[in-house]
C-alpha cells in the first residue's frame, strides 16, 4: 500500500568540499586549488608563485621563454626579491651578491598546508581557504659570495588563496648573533589584456626614483599612471594606501600592502624586452605590469633575535 504522507529520505552526510594540495612527482612544485575553482602554483625553486587563477582568469603574467628548471630566476609568475632589491651597492654586507639576492635562486622547502572550510555547507562550496608555508634558512644556502655568509636567518613565507584575493607575507627572523641589513620585495607580475588600457592609481603626487633616468628624482603626478614606454619607478609611499590597477577604466587589481612602504612599478616595453633572453612572447610587454610592493628604498635592521613580517594581498576584480 502506497503511504501518501511518506517520510522523506534521511539524506545522507554530505562530503564538504575542501582545498586540495598536491605536490608534483619530481618535488619540484605544490599547486593548491579551492573547490570554487581558484588556483595557485608554487616552484619550490625560489618559492616563485607562477600561476594564480580566479575570476576564471589567470592573473599572473609568465614569460613563454621563462626557466622553470631552476637553471635561473624566473621571469613572472611573484619571484622573491631578499636581501637586497637590484644590484647590491658597493661596500655593502650584500655586495657580490646576485642582482635581487638568493632569494629567488635558492630551492626552498615546503613546510605543509593548512586549510580552512569554515563556511562551506552542504549547499554552497563556502569560501575555504589554503595556505601553504615555505622555508628557507642560511644552512640550505650554498656558498654566499658576500659578507652574507657571516649571517644567520630563517624566512618563513606563507602564500595563503582565498576565493578572491592571494596573499603572501614573510617572517623574517635573524637567528643569529649579528644585527644585518635587508631590503626585500614581492616583483608580482601582473596579467593584463593591453597596457596601453591599464593605469595605475593610489600613487598619484608621490615623488619617485626614475631608474630609466638614472634614479633622478621625480615629482608625482596628479592622475592614474599610465604607461606607453618603458617604465621603472621607486616609489615610497605610506604602508596603508591602497592600490587599484584598472584595465579600460575598471578596477582589476586592488593591492593591499602590511608594512611594505614602497612600491615599484615597471614594465620593460619593446626594446628592453627583446633585450632579455627568457622574456616571451615579443610582445608580452603589453600583456603585464609588475607592481611590486616592498621595502627597497632604505635598509631594513634585523637585530639579532628580532623577527620581521610583512605582506601584500592582491584581489582580482
Ligand atoms: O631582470 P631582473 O633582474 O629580474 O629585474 C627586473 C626588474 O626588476 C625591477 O622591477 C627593477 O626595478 C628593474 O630595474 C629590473 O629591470
Redesign the pocket.
Known amino acids: 500500500m502506497e503511504r501518501s504522507k511518506k517520510p522523506a529520505n534521511i539524506p545522507v552526510s554530505p562530503t564538504i568540499p575542501t582545498p586540495n594540495v598536491s605536490i608534483s612527482q619530481d618535488n619540484s612544485r605544490i599547486t593548491a586549488s579551492l573547490p570554487t575553482g581558484e588556483s595557485v602554483e608554487v616552484l619550490l625553486y625560489g618559492a616563485t608563485i607562477i600561476s594564480w587563477k580566479a575570476k576564471g582568469k589567470e592573473n599572473l603574467f609568465l614569460s613563454s621563454k621563462a626557466h622553470l628548471d631552476g637553471s635561473k ?1 624566473v ?1 613572472g609568475g611573484i ?1 622573491l ?1 631578499f636581501p637586497v ?2 644590484p647590491p651597492p658597493a661596500d655593502h654586507a650584500t655586495t657580490g651578491l ?3 639576492g638568493f632569494a ?1 635562486t635558492s630551492k626552498w622547502e615546503y613546510l605543509g598546508k593548512s586549510t580552512s572550510e569554515s563556511s562551506a555547507t552542504p549547499n554552497s562550496k563556502g569560501d575555504a581557504s589554503v595556505k601553504l608555508d615555505f622555508g628557507l634558512s642560511h644552512t640550505m644556502l650554498d656558498k654566499i659570495p658576500s659578507e652574507w655568509k657571516n649571517y644567520e636567518f630563517g624566512i618563513t613565507y606563507s602564500v595563503t588563496l582565498n576565493k578572491e584575493d592571494l596573499e603572501t607575507s614573510f617572517a623574517i627572523r635573524n637567528t643569529g648573533e649579528k644585527d644585518w641589513e635587508f631590503q626585500t ?1 614581492f ?1 608580482t607580475y601582473l596579467a593584463v589584456d593591453n597596457i596601453s588600457q591599464v593605469s595605475v592609481s593610489g600613487l598619484e603626487g608621490a615623488s619617485y626614483k626614475d ?1 630609466t633616468q638614472g634614479g633622478k628624482e621625480v615629482k608625482g603626478t596628479s592622475g592614474p599612471i599610465t604607461i606607453g614606454g618603458e617604465v ?3 616609489y615610497s609611499q605610506g604602508p596603508t594606501k591602497l592600490i587599484t590597477i584598472a584595465e579600460k577604466n575598471k578596477p582589476r587589481y586592488e593591492l593591499y600592502r602590511d608594512l611594505l612602504i614602497d612600491v ?3 614594465n ?1 616595453w619593446e626594446t ?1 624586452a627583446k633585450g ?1 633572453a627568457d622574456f616571451g612572447p615579443e610582445d608580452g610587454y603589453k600583456k603585464m605590469i ?1 607592481v ?1 610592493a616592498g621595502s627597497v628604498m632604505q635598509w631594513n635592521t634585523l637585530e639579532a633575535g628580532d623577527t620581521w613580517e610583512g605582506g601584500q594581498r592582491i584581489k582580482a576584480l
Open positions: 630566476a621571469r619571484p626579491v632589491f637590484g646576485p642582482q635581487h629567488r620585495l616583483h631608474k621603472d619607478r621607486n615599484v612599478v615597471w620593460p628592453k632579455m609588475c611590486e
